[in-house]
């Protein structure tokens, strides 16, 4: 957690997810896939064993027909600030594999460095690191698509979403070049957020009141980023691990479904 | 020394404290995660320079425009294109995993000849002068023997200029028998037939409308241009527009629409009706379009006032009487509403009367050819290629009646759902080869086994497929395309699109194998046939040919990747009907028989309806789904290798079947093992199935799963229109 390590303007990214307009497609999931060299295996039907660094849940308002509603939540790493970067994956990690950026807000996982002790699994309440039980393999030619700006991982190890960490480097890299401070919104964009069909993924910089991820939750940075838009919520709100992923959603259920409430208790506020 | 209790503890702590203080145990730890992490095989991707190359998905046909990133010659990802006028930057899971299906295990490197047994799968690698000329024999003696009718050809393309030069070569030949996999668009286009007078195809301005009414078309489970549609939806919840889905199951667009409304499968045409009658009798409709612009309103009037009151309806469709009126008043209340229909994604006609009495819906709101409603959409291309002068021969078989009966005033140009029954039952004559190019017929034709044994009557089966699906393991000889990113294409006919448009798919990367593009081979095939049927084809290549047709649109349609009519507006109301009144024409003539149709089977057998279900998370059509793909599909759709099919939890109660477990589902075509589902997105009675499921060819990550819908169903041709109106079946479903 060093500060001003780089010159670049600090910034803390974030996802913003409207859940009205996801569909489930599993867009977002491929595309990360494929950006992230994510392997694959004959059966991907044990869902606790497939690795999936964005995966869509179905959540259900528990009605029976015909009165079901359904809604679907796309959940990447949630890349918890936690308080003063003590996200609970990285409070835990023995070997610093694991890291909170003070500088981009991003959760890092450096592949080498796991050891596979399975901590930060075992601390994360969102379920969003996957350990590598088998090798990679990759069908005769199909290596070939693989790229290099994202590490294959090895077996034996966690990974997790690095909200496309490489195309940062990528964008700053370019910004230092051009003697620039800042990262236009536009340079820097996960996979997932470009590929939705639906438009459902804004991402951008939460403390620049410029970009849209901003406009959209309008964080209250004095409370640990508490959304102050009255649609917007976080996973496990109480929980305090802060989380840069916001939700949308003009349906309550789906709001109330964001966390774990008491039986006949009233949602929390928000502010 | 005599080693006592002490001196050997003493001894033993006394080592462990020495190796926890010296550095070995940290370094051999060390060197251990370096060591186990360090393994060869796992790849290192060679970096390189990174380029884009733009180009147009060609996986569906739905259009959108590529990015493909390169890391020198291997392509790397692919991405939507920002500024395409269908997409714009967005993309579906499909075309995501498009570099699994050019890099995967399932791609067919060379011509193959069969060795074994049909179906065996055993093929020996030949030359394509070998393949070519094969065919060519083949062909030349049909044609000496006087029978080039019997040569039969399944196209995926409806348009398209491959799919065009193909049905070319057919008639140059002599052949009548050209069939194109048949989808809603067929329907619609029928529909424009009978009541715009003209068969151009149906545009929906969806991103202006403001009430979207859809007869269970899965706007958002991939029907149409999928991204698009996505778009549309997100457009219509910005502005508070509303979209209302009435359909049996609540599928990924009922769960996104402001209001689902559950039906009784198939009786979507007589809530179309229902529909309309109220709007009839409460004067909701747009009389300025009715009065001036329409011929048979009266006759329409009298037919829903009798038949389709809101108590008859609501009786066919479940749907409560007040629910039906106050649906109506919406409609009609909105200010620019539109009703689509086209079952799931839309792959299959569907009856007629529903697909008339949808539109019918539009003209009474008079929403036809106006912003936010539907469009008739002018050819894109005037496909000015030089007559095609048949010989003798050629002119004899094309005399012949069609293998599929389709053709004439009233019919569409092609019925391949009648196709099996031809060959297998009483056809006018034996069908001695079939070519098939970019379709997978022995996946995607309902009751497959009734397709197979229809291929086991041909004697010559010839597959251009890139990949070993099911119809290139069933053939005789496999003449591989091109991957879609190895090739041109021209994109046209993009459906629901509100502007004359096509696309130009162009090669990414360099052929990986030993291919060629099919259009090409049908260009080479006529030349080696000589002739009337080499000089119907004047162009040395596929390019050449590409060229000559596109004109001056190739500048922009090689540049931008797509040439667009972008101020394209429709005619208006005086001029856009061709009928022989000049005006819309209320056609009563599909609804001769009941708009009400029964699935097939025996209700006291198979007391449970069973009804086919699209996700894009499973790619139905001829192109199966990429390793990816299957990995995002839930485990309430796939369990290791069985389909998971979903029925109410009161039927699983009476039934006995609980969550997870295995079941066997009957239906008259077919008996399958299954597990249950118990979901409350499904009445009770139903059994929905996933599409996209059961593949027997492509690799072994989608061999061999699930069950494939197609093999339980089987089709059932319109009275009207002869299209297959099928959209379920009886079932049954049994503890296993």
Request: with cysteine.
């Amino acid at each position: 957690m060093k500060e001003g390590h780089n010159q670049i303007q600090t910034s803390k990214f974030g996802m913003v997810i409207d859940l009205d307009k996801c569909t489930g497609c599993g867009a977002c999931m491929v595309a990360c896939m494929s950006e992230n060299n994510v392997p694959f295996r004959e059966d991907e039907s044990d869902k606790l064993l497939s690795i999936t660094w964005m995966r869509v849940y179905q959540i259900s308002n528990g009605k029976p027909y015909p009165d079901n509603e359904i809604c679907y939540l796309p959940r990447p790493c949630m890349h918890c600030e936690g308080h003063a970067g003590h996200s609970p994956c990285v409070s835990v990690c023995p070997a610093t594999a694991t890291d909170y950026d003070s500088a981009s807000g991003i959760v890092s996982q450096i592949y080498t460095r796991c050891f596979g002790c399975r901590y930060c699994m075992g601390a994360c309440p969102y379920h969003a690191r996957y350990f590598n039980w088998w090798d990679p393999v990759w069908p005769k030619g199909m290596e070939q698509y693989l790229s290099p700006n994202v590490s294959p991982r090895m077996r034996g190890i966690v990974e997790k979403c690095s909200f496309c960490f490489h195309r940062y480097q990528l964008a700053r890299d370019k910004a230092y070049y051009e003697g620039r401070r800042t990262i236009k919104e536009e340079e820097y964009q996960s996979a997932c957020t470009q590929a939705c069909p639906a438009g459902a993924i804004t991402f951008g910089d939460l403390l620049n009141p410029g970009h849209k991820v901003h406009q959209m939750v309008l964080p209250d940075l004095n409370h640990h980023g508490r959304p102050r838009n009255p649609h917007a919520f976080r996973l496990l709100e109480r929980l305090g691990t802060n989380p840069k992923v916001y939700y949308l959603s003009g349906r309550e259920w789906v709001r109330r479904a964001g966390d774990n409430y008491v039986q006949g208790e009233k949602q929390a506020e928000h502010h | 020394m005599k080693i006592d209790r002490r001196s050997f503890l003493s001894l033993g702590i006394g080592a462990a404290a020495g190796t926890a203080l010296s550095p070995l145990p940290w370094k051999i730890t060390d060197d251990l995660s370096i060591w186990s992490q360090n393994w060869p095989w796992t790849p290192v991707p060679q970096d390189g320079e990174a380029t884009y190359v733009n180009s147009v998905c060609t996986l569906c046909p739905g259009g959108c425009g590529i990015s493909v990133r390169k890391i020198d010659d291997r392509a790397v990802k692919i991405e939507g294109m920002k500024g395409f006028p269908i997409n714009d930057g967005g993309i579906c899971i499909l075309g995501l995993s498009g570099l699994q299906l050019l890099y995967g295990p399932t791609r067919i490197a060379s011509p193959l000849k069969r060795t074994g047994k049909r179906g065996e799968g055993a093929f020996q690698a030949v030359s394509w002068k070998q393949a070519i000329s094969e065919v060519v024999d083949k062909l030349s003696s049909l044609r000496k023997e006087g029978k080039p009718h019997t040569v039969a050809g399944i196209s995926g393309e409806r348009e398209g200029t491959t799919g065009r030069l193909f049905k070319r070569f057919l008639t140059a030949y002599g052949s009548p028998n050209f069939m194109h996999v048949p989808s809603a668009a067929d329907a619609s286009e029928q529909v424009l037939y009978l009541m715009h007078g003209q068969g151009t195809t149906l545009g929906m301005d969806l991103e202006n409308a403001d009430y979207i009414l859809s007869f269970s078309a899965g706007l958002l489970d991939g029907w149409g241009s999928p991204v698009r549609m996505f778009k549309a939806n997100s457009r219509l919840k910005d502005k508070k527009g509303k979209l209302v889905q009435i359909e049996p199951r609540l599928s990924s667009t009922a769960a996104k629409a402001d209001k689902w409304l559950p039906i009784t499968p198939g009786a979507e045409g007589a809530l179309a009706l229902g529909l309309a009658h109220v709007i009839i009798a409460e004067s909701l409709h747009n009389r300025e379009f009715i009065e001036n612009y329409t011929s048979g309103f009266e006759a329409f009037a009298n037919y829903v006032r009798n038949g389709f009151s809101p108590d008859i309806v609501a009786q066919i469709t479940g749907i409560p009487k007040a629910g039906i009126v106050s649906l109506a008043r919406e409609f009609a209340g909105a200010s620019r509403p539109v009703a689509i229909c086209g079952r799931g994604q839309g792959d299959t006609p569907g009856a007629l009367c529903e697909a008339v009495a949808v539109h019918a819906l539009n003209a009474l709101v008079g929403n036809i050819n106006r912003t936010g409603g539907v469009w008739s959409v002018a050819q894109p291309v005037d496909f000015n290629w030089s007559q095609v002068w048949p010989d003798e021969p050629a002119r004899m078989g094309l005399a012949r009646k069609r293998i599929d009966g389709a053709g004439g005033p009233l019919l569409p140009q092609s019925l391949l759902n009648r196709f099996p029954q031809a060959v297998n039952g009483k056809n006018p004559y034996e069908v001695q080869a079939l070519l098939v190019s970019n379709a997978n017929p022995l996946y995607t034709m309902r009751d497959v086994e009734s397709v197979k044994k229809a291929f086991d009557r041909i004697g010559f089966i010839v597959s251009f497929s890139s990949y070993m699906d099911e119809t290139a393991q069933y053939s005789d000889l496999i003449l591989p395309n091109h991957h879609y990113l190895e090739r041109y294409e021209v994109v046209e006919g993009i459906k629901g699109m509100t502007s004359p448009f096509i696309g130009m798919a162009k090669p990414v990367v360099k052929p990986l194998y030993n291919t060629r593009h099919t259009a090409d081979v049908i260009i080479e095939l006529a030349s080696e046939l000589k002739g009337t049927v080499a000089a119907a084809f004047p162009w040395a290549s596929y390019e050449a040919c590409l060229k000559q047709t596109l004109g001056y649109k190739v500048n922009a349609l090689a540049e931008d990747g797509y040439w667009m009519d972008g101020g394209y507006m429709p005619p208006d109301w005086s001029n856009a009907f061709k009928t022989p009144s000049g005006k819309f024409e209320f056609n009563l003539s599909p609804f001769k028989h009941k708009v009400y149709t029964h699935p097939e089977g025996d209700p006291s057998i198979f007391p449970l309806v069973l009804i086919p279900y699209d996700s894009l998370r499973l790619a139905n059509d001829q192109i199966g789904n990429a390793p990816f793909m299957t990995k995002t599909v839930a485990d309430t759709v796939l369990q290791k290798s069985d389909a998971v099919v979903e029925i109410n939890p009161e039927t699983g109660k009476q039934l006995r079947l609980a969550e997870g477990s295995l079941a066997v589902l009957k239906t008259p075509k077919k008996t399958v093992k299954v597990a249950v589902h118990l979901s409350q997105g499904v009445g009770p009675g139903i059994v929905a199935v996933p599409r996209g499921l059961g593949h027997l060819g492509n690799d072994r990550y989608l061999a061999g799963k699930g069950v494939n819908v197609n093999d339980l169903i089987g089709p059932v041709d319109d009275v009207v229109s002869g299209l297959d109106a099928a959209w379920g079946i009886r079932a049954s479903l049994a503890k296993s």
